[in-house]
């Protein structure tokens, strides 16, 4: 089974593969397949609740999901996304981290805010940050650390979160080259989202690469199939037979 400091180690080794699930079943298929880290993303609010944003999730919500993953996954690590206003002092985070874990999860993803990772830390919970774009907070979705000013926050950011006993760090929508400074300067794994091809890992929505959302198209998705299409198809398929009467034939009845 992988653990913290298994991806930990996996640094300049090998790379660190991670895709969000919300169910049992896909977290299953993905834990069978050899995924490294299954995140039960706040993204859920979007892709599973039909939301426009992930700031409607509750901690509710990321309980019953990550139970769900948890239920299907036996080798991969569970990290559970920590939803806006669940973590804004060290008294609530502890609590609500501490429901996460015991739901399922093996770690909690927190965005920005070292301090706070800091303390789960010594409190015994193990802590993935991410900085760059983090949507909890973002008010345009736009690539972050672009100019040298804000490029030297992200890179001091990272420093902290390094310090604050993070045991890896999700890098969203940053520019390659500083990407690539960023994972040179800190001991603990980068995983990347759209931030380009020199990160330790990669993470991706498991929605968009099975072509089941279609409200957002981020330059950095990759669409590996189109599962929203067959979907479609075969509820057409099943809509016509039944309409002209071809299902349920003798094969699928009863006598």
Do not use: W
């Amino acid at each position: 089974m992988k653990t913290p400091n298994k991806i930990k180690s996996m640094k300049g080794k090998e790379k660190i593969t991670m895709l969000t699930a919300y169910d049992c079943f896909t977290a299953k298929a993905m834990d069978d397949t050899g995924i490294d880290i299954i995140l039960v993303g706040d993204s859920l609010g979007m892709v599973i609740l039909g939301y426009e944003n992930t700031l409607s999730v509750t901690v509710d919500d990321i309980i019953r999901h990550t139970g769900a993953v948890a239920r299907g996954t036996e080798n991969a690590l569970i990290v559970a996304d920590m939803p806006v206003n669940s973590y804004n002092d060290n008294e609530i985070a502890i609590l609500n981290s501490e429901a996460f874990i015991k739901s399922g999860a093996h770690a909690v993803k927190i965005e920005n805010k070292p301090e706070i990772a800091k303390f789960l830390v010594e409190n015994k919970i193990e802590v993935m940050g991410h900085i760059g774009l983090t949507p909890q907070t973002a008010t345009e979705f736009k690539v972050q650390g672009k100019d040298e000013e804000t490029a030297k926050k992200l890179i001091e950011l990272a420093k902290k979160c390094e310090e604050a006993g993070c045991f890896s760090l999700v890098l969203e929508c940053v520019p390659v080259d500083l990407a690539k400074k960023i994972t040179g300067s800190i001991s603990i794994p980068t995983i990347g989202i759209g931030a380009g091809p020199f990160c330790d890992g990669q993470v991706l929505v498991s929605n968009d690469i099975l072509g089941l959302y279609d409200k957002l198209s981020p330059k950095f998705v990759k669409r590996y199939a189109d599962l929203g299409s067959d979907m479609k198809s075969a509820f057409k398929s099943y809509i016509k037979e039944v309409k002209e009467k071809k299902f349920p034939d003798d094969d699928h009845s009863f006598h």
